[in-house]
């Protein structure tokens, strides 16, 4: 006789939603196979959780399968070219649990993902996981990535997974900061943001030092992207350096003019012309910094649709208030005049 798991006797939680975020999943029977042993191992523990899968349109055809055997997968569908960090706010836009993991597919395969969800939980931190050992080469490549970081203000280490766990609320915060896509990714050098460094067990194998070049170069771009407001301040003061230089040039081209009795044939028109250049280079630049950077300032942060369906939608609030036996207020309230009006029709 088959003897019953001691885990199916195991109580399930029920005050905590979770949900699971894949920003690029491949479409492939590897990915399929973490995808559903992910959903079982926290069905295991969590009543209530979820599976967010964010994919191109073309790939949509191969998704359906999993979301009709898999129960809770929400499928969201973009655009073909949709950038990986955008991807990833996308999912964490979507998500409504109370943990939230936005996972790498062939990170999470070793990744033990219910001590990362409770480290991150317990911590009432952001969950990063490392490798622990780094190789000499991939840390050489990493220093360039974590100086431009650390002056635009997030803890970049490109050796650290790509999943991260936090809270709902830390998630909140994150969502609104000026770039979210970086954020998600990097969280920001704050203190209302704490970090919790969770070690792996073991580090991803197919991972190499050049196998994210192309995802790395458009991180050292989208940072360089960021850091326009610091280049822009630089710029502006170097320019008004330039302008006062400018001006005390001139003023000395004056002085020699009015104590000098003698000046050498050309002298006064070569001078003047460099006095000339610096002032107008010096004020002409300032005036298109800060123009750039009143701009910027003005500039809000685009909100604007960027999913273009959602294949299966599922009511998982209905599903936690018929789980436990939760009545809504407005439900009553309408039941309530129901009654009412059948009284007075009596």
Known sequence: ????????????????????????????????????????????????REVILVVEDHQKDAFLPLVEEVADVRLFVVRKGTEYYERRVIAAEEAIGDLVLIAQEDEAAHLDVLAFLDHAEKSTAIALANRGARRPLKALMSWPFIALGRLAGFTVNPSDFQSIALPRTLLNQILSHDEPRLALRYPPRDPR??????????????????????????????LLVYLTPIILSIVAISSSLLTLVGLAYAAWIV???????????????????????????????LGLSLGLQHLLRQQARDRGERVCEEVNRIDLFGKVADDLNVELESEIWSRTSATDQNREGD
């Open 1 to 48: 006789m088959h003897e019953p798991s001691p885990k199916s006797f195991t109580k399930q939680r029920e005050d905590c939603v979770v949900s699971v975020c894949f920003a690029t999943p491949p479409d492939n029977d590897e990915a399929f196979k973490t995808i559903r042993e992910i959903a079982g191992r926290l069905d295991e523990v969590y009543r209530f």
């Open 193 to 222: 943001l704490p970090i919790a460094p969770f070690k792996a067990a073991k580090g991803v194998s197919s991972r190499s030092a050049f196998k994210d070049v192309g995802r790395r170069m458009q991180l050292l771009q989208t």
């Open 255 to 285: 002085g020699a003019v009015l104590v000098v009795e003698s000046l050498a044939p050309g002298w006064f028109t070569t001078n003047t012309m460099l006095a000339v250049s610096a002032i107008f280079m010096g004020v002409s630049t």
